[in-house]
T-cell receptor, first 119, second 111 residues
Framework: AQKVTQAQTEISVVEKEDVTLDCVYE???????LFWYKQPPSGELVFLIR??????QNEISGRYSWNFQKSTSSFNFTITASQVVDSAVYFC????????????????FGQGTILTVHP | EPEVTQTPSHQVTQMGQEVILRCVPI?????FYWYRQILGQKVEFLVS????????KSEIFDDQFSVERPDGSNFTLKIRSTKLEDSAMYFC?????????FGPGTRLTVL
């Protein structure tokens, strides 16, 4: 069975601080996909990034960066120089791959981390 | 940019009533999903739908739930007889490849 653990329930930082959100996953599949979604106070789920299990290269997108380490089953998310607008709930999610690695199944979400960035 | 839409944004109903939640997925997507999120909790998978049939469902998705794609654009979730514990945010999602995109959600309140 798939499982995603986000051990940090809430994180509070002051603007311009860097913050890392942790995500640890469990799966028996050899091919899988990892995601991060952002849920701002308005409630929608905003896709941030997808990573497949064969690609351990870290990724940077502006102030966001992701560190995927298969050896520790972790997919951590770092926000550099945080801003008040980053305040949201962040979810890490996992899905297995079916159909030759081109299809995606259901998403299994972690419990989410509430990030509050104070001015 | 294409997006998933959901109606209504908020539905209030009495316990035991039937509700239908509606979604319009992104037009060229082939896979459709419903998830729910009880207030303050994580997002939980309900059901996936592909090629006009359910491809997978969770243990939450019991006989009270059904899904339908009545035409080429809509994707609906029906709850036949709502319970208090069905109160939650319900998200529709669709994908072709590579990632699932979510609608804004329908907040269901069962009184």
């Amino acid at each position: 069975a798939q499982k995603v653990t986000q051990a940090q329930t809430e994180i509070s930082v002051v603007e311009k601080e860097d913050v890392t959100l942790d995500c640890v996953y469990e799966t028996r599949d050899t091919t899988y996909y990892l995601f991060w979604y952002k849920q701002p106070p308005s409630g929608e789920l905003v896709f941030l990034i997808r990573r497949n299990s064969f690609d351990e290269q870290n990724e940077i997108s502006g102030r966001y960066s992701w560190n995927f380490q298969k050896s520790t089953s972790s997919f951590n998310f770092t926000i550099t120089a945080s801003q008040v607008v980053d305040s949201a709930v962040y979810f890490c999610a996992l899905s297995e791959a079916k159909g030759g690695g081109t299809s995606y199944g259901k998403l299994t979400f972690g419990q989410g981390t509430i990030l509050t960035v104070h001015p | 940019e294409p997006e998933v839409t959901q109606t209504p944004s908020h539905q209030v109903t009495q316990m035991g009533q039937e509700v239908i939640l509606r979604c319009v997925p992104i037009s060229n997507h082939l896979y459709f999903y419903w998830y729910r999120q009880i207030l303050g909790q994580k997002v939980e998978f309900l059901v996936s739908f592909y090629n006009n049939e359910i491809s997978e469902k969770s243990e939450i998705f019991d006989d009270q739930f059904s899904v339908e794609r009545p035409d080429g654009s809509n994707f609906t979730l029906k709850i036949r007889s709502t319970k208090l514990e069905d109160s939650a945010m319900y998200f529709c999602a669709s994908k072709s490849s590579p990632s699932q995109y979510f609608g804004p959600g329908t907040r269901l309140t069962v009184l």
